[in-house]
């Protein structure tokens, strides 16, 4: 279950139209609800996380020219570090940011035992990637003055369980210690533009580190390593959206699964009731979106619904980097995705639900 200090920061606002507050023990979120097509979400210009982040190094054809092109192509150092009367910290070091040698931004205090790696030297590796048929760097960038920096890429289309998905890899690197490279599994559902990365239970894990690697068979190792966790990420990934559209959801079902979604306590404050039951019915349009009228009312579509509502939404209040902290936390897997996931599996486990897809 989400917790409430979750829906806390993430309510939106309550609009001009009459919002009826419902216990948490009645099933039915709105006393009515009139079954009308919703097209509020067509054409609305859904964008992918990234998009708007970084720069454009689709032109480019290897590592060191995505870093050129985005502007990747500085250097990090490190530097002694000493107390405000000039001892030297023991054992300790800063990384800091040098372009054409000239230092700027401080990222971080770490063991004076790390060596930076470079943004052209931890993503070497993707040369490799560039061989590979179908394999597409598009956009690159930077968070934090260049703390954290990322390389999107897209490999090419599947159809899988009858949806139509763009699978995407996210390289990342970061300058403060707490990382280095990574990559992130992030598959698209292409007509709405949901991220599904769910944590599949029994799979390969939708994100994993690399070695720094120095001989160019490694790196040739390490993107290898990465399209087959990748395609078995994938295979597992379509097993699942076809059992999850053998779970059918009834009205009484769904609205269910959002109150468990989005809960409150019973002493929690009107305010806060309103709020909640405001993103229930917003929820629930995101349901009724027009564009998963194909899929039938069926766990997959909820899980759709939570991406859309999730990653799509205008918040209540959107601060200047909302869009780059949104991007970032979701790689790592979204907590409403997740849980929307976790609670089908567990319906279906608990036998409540699970009928023959038709």
């Given amino acids: 279950m989400i917790h409430k200090t979750m829906v806390r920061e993430t309510v939106v606002p309550v609009t001009n139209t009459e919002v009826v507050y419902v216990p948490p023990t009645l099933q039915r979120i709105t006393p009515e609800r009139p079954h009308i097509k919703k097209t509020i979400f067509e054409g609305n210009g859904r964008r992918l996380l990234w998009e708007g982040l970084g720069s454009d190094v689709s032109s480019a054809g290897s590592a060191n020219e995505v870093c050129r092109l985005a502007g990747l192509d500085y ?3 490190t530097e002694r570090i000493y107390t405000a009367d000039g001892q030297p910290i023991p054992n300790m070091v800063a990384t800091r940011r040098y372009d054409s040698n000239v230092p700027s931004t401080v990222y971080g205090v770490v063991s004076n035992r ?3 790696v470079q943004n052209y030297t931890g993503f070497e590796f993707i040369d490799a990637l560039f061989n590979h048929d179908g394999f597409e760097v598009e956009t690159a960038g930077q968070f934090d003055d ?5 390389v999107e890429a897209k490999l090419p289309q599947r159809n899988m369980a009858e ?8 390289f990342t690197n970061r300058h403060d210690g707490k990382g280095s490279v990574r990559i992130f599994l992030t598959p698209v559902r292409i007509i709405c533009k949901n991220t599904l990365n769910y944590a599949i239970k029994g799979a390969q894990n939708r994100t994993f580190s690399v070695r720094h690697t120095t001989t160019a068979e490694q790196r040739l190792g390490v993107a290898r390593e990465t399209v ?11 097993k699942v959206i076809e059992h999850q559209k053998r779970v059918l959801l009834t009205d009484n079902h769904l609205d269910q699964l959002i ?5 409150f306590d019973e002493e929690d404050s009107t305010r806060v009731k ?3 039951t405001a993103n229930r019915n917003e929820l629930r349009r995101y349901y009724d979106a027009s564009d998963l009228d194909g899929v039938g009312n069926n766990g997959f579509r909820f899980i759709n619904a939570v991406s859309d509502w999730a990653t799509h939404r ?14 970032q936390s979701t790689l790592n897997g979204n907590e409403f995705i997740d849980a929307a996931y976790s609670m089908i599996e567990e319906l279906d486990e608990a036998r409540t639900i699970s009928v023959p897809y038709k």
């Fill in 228 to 238: 087959d966790n990748y395609f078995a990420y994938l295979d597992a990934m379509e």
């Fill in 274 to 276: 309103e709020r909640v």
């Fill in 114 to 116: 790390y060596t930076p």
């Fill in 146 to 150: 260049g703390k954290i920096v990322w």
């Fill in 314 to 327: 205008v918040p209540s209040r959107q601060t200047a980097n909302y869009v780059g902290n949104l991007f």
């Fill in 75 to 77: 250097e990090v150092k």
């Fill in 259 to 263: 109150n468990k979604l989005l809960p």
């Fill in 163 to 170: 949806e139509k998905i763009d699978p995407y890899l996210v």
